[in-house]
């Protein structure tokens, strides 16, 4: 090796390492407290390999409580900004939302127009489309497609029973996962998408497909957030082909078809994007489709899947919640109507909890669009910056709810959740840029808890994981080995 080039290896890696010094005082030499970094992963090493990101991020937040009311820290090179205080919490989603209404994720509207979502998008097109779909969730829309889940939750609660006669212990992930696509696929593709009664029909494998992160996956997804335009020039693509064209053309044939037989009227996602198509093309509609689609079944079904894991390690509560359900049948001549569900009171609080304790969504995304300065202090957290709220820590933070491993619903009965400050408690997030599909994703949650209990009786077994842990490299929630349960017919 000739002396110039061994210079220039030398010379190349001082010019590094003392970019990468000086990238991880970034925060420091701005006031800021910040976690301590290494090369390459920065302050989350560990995450996504041995730990989830939340589990990473809790451990600064634990580090860092008491003494800051945000903190830098550094996701890979990335300078990310962690908030502690709830008071700061409320000025990014809501006192401060124009410093905070973007997300920061990804989208390729020319080579991935699915991507192309309320989800992704930002700025006035974000607010456009926000305002276009908010009265598509309202409470009279979910009352009208109600009929059409609680059929869906009879259909779930006969092919779980079933399946009893092949093994009494069963993954409710996986079946809460069937349920809310049979639910999603009915109203949002206008399609009986058959999972109940086959765990490889399209919808499961390309639904699945879709949201499980691969290394690669994750790399792109990542990269095209930090870098936009570098990844758009690159024509980088999040889902893949096979995913792509399935959501496309089922969405598209069935806009299509409705809009050939207008007799078919039908309570349904389908027919209100129908309703929008003078606003917005068939693409844009598609794309809005693909993230109901893609938002909703997985977050519900780990609510519905993480309630019963609770309920059948706490028998008691498990009793209580079927005597409220029996007894609300009993006086309503059999039926389960939608105000009833509303009304059980027992269940709201289960939800609730089972939302604190483990929810579906564990941390949230923010883009600071304008500089923000830190309120009762001269620090800026400047534009561009990513800004993680890690709602799962503030939920399990003992100061906001004492003994916070503890699964306990008492903490929502009508006394103490007027306590709760909401900006402690999270799980749909809050603001203007919060769950679109809240009343979609409880109203299904419920209805599917509610025929579960009815039916059966779930109890832990020894292929139950006690306590819960987390597979590291996924966005959702999600538990190591499933929720294996014991499961007995109620006759
Ligand atoms: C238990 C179920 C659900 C949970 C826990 C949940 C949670 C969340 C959370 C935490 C966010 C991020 C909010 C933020 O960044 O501020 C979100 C966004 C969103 N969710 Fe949900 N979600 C659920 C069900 C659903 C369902 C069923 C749908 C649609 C049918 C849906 C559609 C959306 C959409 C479209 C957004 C983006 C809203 C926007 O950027 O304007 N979600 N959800």
């Not at 029973?161 to 996986?174: A, F, H, T």
């Not at 606003?279 to 780990?302: K, R, V």
């Not at 390690?313 to 105000?339: A, C, F, H, P, V």
């Not at 300065?373 to 990513?386: A, D, F, M």
Request: charged share 25%; hydrophobic share 40%.
């Amino acid at each position: 090796m000739s002396t110039t080039l061994v210079a220039l290896i030398i010379i190349l890696f001082s010019v590094a390492y003392i970019f990468v010094k000086r990238q991880f005082s970034y925060w420091s030499r701005r006031g800021f407290f910040q976690a301590d970094a290494s090369f390459p992963f920065g302050s989350i090493k560990g995450a996504n390999f041995s730990i989830t990101l939340t589990e990473k991020l809790d451990e600064i937040y634990k580090q860092f409580k008491g003494k800051a009311s945000v903190v830098g820290f550094y996701n890979f090179l990335g300078a990310s900004i962690l908030p502690i205080d709830p008071e700061i919490i409320k000025h990014i989603f809501v006192k401060d939302f124009a410093s905070f209404h973007d997300r920061g994720f990804f989208y390729n509207k020319r080579d991935d127009p699915l991507t192309n979502n309320i989800l992704s998008i930002k700025g006035q097109e974000w607010k456009d489309r926000r305002a276009k779909f908010t009265p598509v969730f309202t409470s009279a829309k979910m009352k009208q497609m109600y009929e059409i889940i609680e059929e869906i939750s009879d259909k779930f609660a006969l092919k779980l029973g079933e399946s009893l006669k092949d093994s009494n212990i069963q993954d409710m992930r996986i079946w809460a996962r069937r349920f809310t696509n049979d639910n999603i696929g009915s109203t949002v593709f206008g399609i009986d998408a058959k999972c109940l009664e086959d765990i490889n029909s399209d919808l499961m494998v390309f639904g699945q497909k879709s949201l499980n992160m691969t290394l690669a996956g994750a790399f792109k997804f990542a990269f095209g957030s930090t870098f936009p335009e570098i990844a758009r020039f690159l024509r980088f693509k999040i889902l893949d082909k096979d995913s792509h064209e399935f959501f496309l053309n089922t969405f598209l044939q069935t806009l299509e078809y409705r809009r050939n037989n207008k007799q078919i009227v039908r309570h349904d996602f389908v027919s209100m994007l129908l309703e929008l198509s003078d606003q917005l093309p068939p693409i844009d509609l598609a794309a809005e489709a693909t993230i109901m689609y893609l938002a909703g079944f997985e977050t519900s079904a780990t609510l519905i899947s993480f309630a019963l894991y609770e309920l059948a390690l706490n028998s008691e509560m498990q009793d209580r919640l079927r005597d409220e359900i029996l007894n609300g049948i009993n006086e309503n001549d059999g039926k389960i109507t939608y105000e009833m569900l509303y009304g059980f009171e027992y269940l709201d609080m289960v939800i609730n909890e089972t939302l604190r304790k483990l929810p579906s969504i564990p941390h949230i995304f923010r883009k600071c669009t304008k500089d923000f300065v830190v309120p009762n202090t001269n620090l800026v957290i400047p534009k561009g910056t990513q800004v993680i709220i890690n709602n799962y820590s503030l939920q399990h933070d003992p100061e906001y709810f004492p003994n916070p491993e503890k699964f306990d619903p008492e903490r929502f009965n009508s006394e103490n959740k007027k306590k709760i400050n909401p900006y402690t408690n999270m799980p749909f997030a809050l603001g203007n840029r919060n769950c679109l599909g809240e009343r979609f994703g409880l109203m299904q949650a419920k209805i599917g808890v509610v025929k579960m209990i009815k039916n059966f009786i779930f109890t832990p077994c020894n292929k139950t994981t006690i306590p819960m842990k987390f597979v590291p490299n996924q966005f959702f929630l999600t538990p190591v080995g499933g929720i294996q349960l014991c499961i007995k017919k109620i006759h």
